[in-house]
Nanobody, 122 residues
């Protein structure tokens, strides 16, 4: 029913910036929370940031707070993750997801994208 496609990943030096985009299909995008998650080799998938349907509420992992910004454009069915001051530990595959309920909980997300690789060199 819903397809999510991430883009914008790549290779960047420490201290640099990237902006990830996630384009969603479907007619109910604006009614759901959107989240960005990441998974590094050998580690569990973790939440990076999330934004409520109305964009009134946002959540950021402590590790990215102050550096990353999540936003959404409901008219374009797109959610973004602006990543500044990137660190090598940010290297991971980044996934966007759509869901309801508690936007901080991965279990609340029903649809997931295929992911986009972000590599930060040092």
């Amino acid at each position: 029913q819903v397809q999510l496609v991430e883009s914008g990943g790549g290779l960047v030096q420490a201290g640099g910036s990237l902006r990830l985009s996630c384009a969603a299909s479907g007619r109910t995008f604006r009614y759901y929370n959107m989240g960005w998650f990441r998974q590094a080799p050998g580690k569990e998938r973790e939440i990076v940031a999330a934004v409520s349907a109305s964009a009134v509420n946002t959540y950021y992992a402590d590790s990215v707070k102050g550096r990353f910004t999540i936003s959404r454009d409901n008219a374009k069915n797109t959610v973004y993750l602006q990543m500044n001051s990137l660190k090598p530990e940010d290297t991971a595959v980044y996934y966007c997801a759509l869901g309801g309920g508690n936007m901080r909980s991965p279990r609340e997300y029903e649809y997931w994208g295929q992911g986009t690789q972000v590599t930060v060199s040092s």
